[in-house]
């Protein structure tokens, strides 16, 4: 019919991708980027606000999972493209976006109950991801609670002291590995109450990392990336979008002469920001520095390293108490260098992982 | 009483509004039972239920907010009678108002606003 | 002027024409707040993609609650819209107006909360409180702040208020209610330096899980709000449609974009407050603030100053 032919064009128009980027694939990440502006696409933060799922290849340890259940949460019509690092890339997005375009609704609906299907696939591989975690409180309880299965088969949250005296109910909640502005790959299990974190634990880090050969290259780039990422979670939307695009130019033509004027620009929004000010005194200290020196330094002309050298345990020892907003800011200004992390496999490696 | 036929009739209209919407995309997008998939969690699955009693850490301000809440329902009959009424009236009000901002003061050097 | 009441099945065209209006605010903020992939035309290709997109629902969620709070900000904003006079007609003229739009903005508190709760989901629940910890501090200086033009018309019917206005707008007499109601505006609709709890630190909190027709109907209702939120400081600060030479009605539109359009340019301009850094100022400066606006307000209208009743 014409009409979903009309609607499809148009819904294809602007299609929304979710960019699960395996640690170190800059490039391929940077040319979705990219793809995205020139499409008039955007990057999603949600597989439920998702058409396109990217994937740069090799994701695998937790990453495998993660892009298989995030697959099951993407609501029809969805397309998937994996990238390797020679790809074509902008090609085969748009392959995935005239896929998107011919996907019409299927009678009857092939899909149905993702949640059971992911919780099959689970235990026919045999562990729990949960396990990885090592909560109390997993699948497994669900068998055993005298019978009364709780829908969905997830538990209550259980209770535990908060700070103010009070017993108040603890979730435990994973934060990572795909989550926008957040090192793809990395898990940190916290312990909600309400959203302050009352624990913070890494997970051992199972993800192979690529050889980046883009950021080593352009530390001036790095370091704005950092910053882009950090003002984007600061809610700071146009601030970070020049950031990014002046990260871009530096890629693409580092002669250009608006790059220095453009820099310090930003710089001088972000010195000058109240918010920005009172968001990050005093978070994250580290080395003597806070999570708003390192910012003005991101953007400014030195040539100092990103981040001090801080391993993860004390990254994740410094969220411990704060709210989930701060701890999000405290893990993007203290960006983790993954390719120092030995890739260890999980227990349960070579499991199709 | 007129007011309220016509605000009667919006909300119907709305509601119809909004049904017809849930069937056009009912048509459009040709599925009428919704995929139940797990909710986000940077792409694992979660253990527990979100579900749960939140610690509302503010939870001093919601009893600030109540007493001047009901503080509302003297200042908007206030609001229409203060012409014909008078200086007495502007006077008894903002003495009212003063003893409640006097609890905000309070409250503020107790640190009922410092939470995080 | 005095202002005449449409017949009741006035309301079906009126809802329509609000949504056409939530779409060309989308438009107009695709063009004022542009962010890397959006263009004039994104708001057709958004209402495409989401009208396409299937539904999909968490194991275990709160459905009515959810879908009551995904439903509720449109809901609300065309219910609103029932007391902002259009020129020279209002839909229903009401006695206590401006009570009733006071009372549905509360009722968004319900709203944006259900949306948070409903899907089961942790990043949404974290949003919908987030959003309460800020009701709490936007709330009282909106109730204040709509206090102020009811005590200078002595009256709280909408369309009297904006008749007290022939001689002199109420945002020069009254500059301070006027901008916390833009502010507080902002804070009810999520909009700009209040959009914690769509934030992307939560992968969108609030807007996390719903998808299609949900979607669809969260982010219209936002825009939806918007526009009804100008309409209403229109005929409450900026005389409504009183104006020379165009027509009444032309006159409110006009005026309406005129507080629209910067509005929608503050999403991208400014970064996240946080409730927690800003309640002590809320309570402590703005709120006294108002108050003391109400004070000289007040002070005035006994006095015989302008405006009539």
Known sequence: MGLSDVLARWATSRPHT???????????????????????????????????????????????????????????????????????????????????????????????????????????????????????????????????????????????????????????????????????????????????????????????????????????????????????????????????????????????????????????????????????????????????????????????????????????????????????????SLPPDLSTLAPRRSMSGGHGA | MAGFVAVSAMLATALALVATAHLVHRAVSGVSCPVVAGPFESGLRPTVHAASRYHARWYTVTLLFLAFDVEMLFMYPWAVVVRSAGVGSIVEMFLFLGVLMAGVVYAWREGAFRWA | MTIATWPVWAVIPLAVVLCLAAGLAAVLDAAVAPTRGSQPSTPVAETARLLRQTRRTTPAPDALLWRIGTAGPLVTALLMAVVIPLGDHVPARMEIGLVWFNALDVLLWAFWWMAGWGPNSILALVGGYRFLAQALAYELPLMFALTAPAAAASSLDVSVIVGAQSELWYVVQMPVAFVVFLGCLLGFTLWGPFAAPLAADIAGGVGTEPTGIDRLLLLAGRYALLVVGSAMAVALFLGGGAGPWLPAWLWSVVKTLAVLVPLLAIRTRVPLLRADRYMAVAWTVVIPAVLLQVLVVSIVAVAGGNGGS
């Open chain 1, 18 to 332: 979710l960019l699960v980027a395996s640690p170190g694939t800059t490039a391929t990440r940077l040319a979705v980027e990219r793809w995205c502006r020139g499409r008039g696409a955007v990057l999603a933060a949600s597989p439920n606000d998702a058409d396109v799922l990217a994937v740069t290849e090799p994701a695998d340890g937790v990453l495998a999972s993660a892009v298989e259940e995030l697959w099951r949460q993407m609501p029809d019509p969805r397309a998937q493209v994996r990238l390797a690092a020679g790809d074509d890339v902008e090609c085969r997005l748009d392959q995935a976006v005239a896929e998107l375009m011919t996907w019409r609704p299927e009678t009857p609906p092939t899909r149905e109950d993702e949640w059971v299907a992911g919780r099959a696939d689970d235990e026919a591989d045999g562990h729990d991801m949960s396990n990885m975690a090592g909560m109390d409180h997993d699948a497994h309880g669900a068998h055993d609670m005298g019978g009364t299965e709780m829908p969905g088969g997830l538990q209550m949250a259980d209770r535990a002291d908060d700070r103010d005296g009070l017993t108040l109910d603890a979730v435990p909640v994973a934060l990572g590995p795909v989550l926008s502005c957040w090192p793809t790959g990395l898990v940190v299990d916290v312990v909600l109450q309400g959203d302050l974190v009352q624990q913070a634990t890494v997970r051992p880090f199972d993800v192979s990392v690529v050889e980046d050969d883009t950021w080593p290259h352009h530390p001036a780039a790095a370091r704005l990336d950092r910053a882009a990422d950090l003002l984007a979670l600061l809610g700071w939307a146009a601030v970070a979008d020049e950031a990014r695009d002046v990260r871009d130019l530096l890629l693409t033509s580092p002669d250009d002469e608006s790059i220095g004027p453009r820099t310090d620009r930003v710089g001088r929004r972000v010195r000058r920001s109240h918010v920005v000010r009172s968001a990050l005194t005093g978070l994250a200290v580290m080395a003597g520095s806070d999570a708003r020196a390192r910012l003005i330094s991101w953007l400014s002309d030195d040539d100092f390293p990103i981040a001090p050298a801080a391993s993860l345990e004390d990254i994740v020892a410094l969220m411990v108490g704060r709210d989930l907003a701060d701890a999000r800011l405290v893990m993007a």
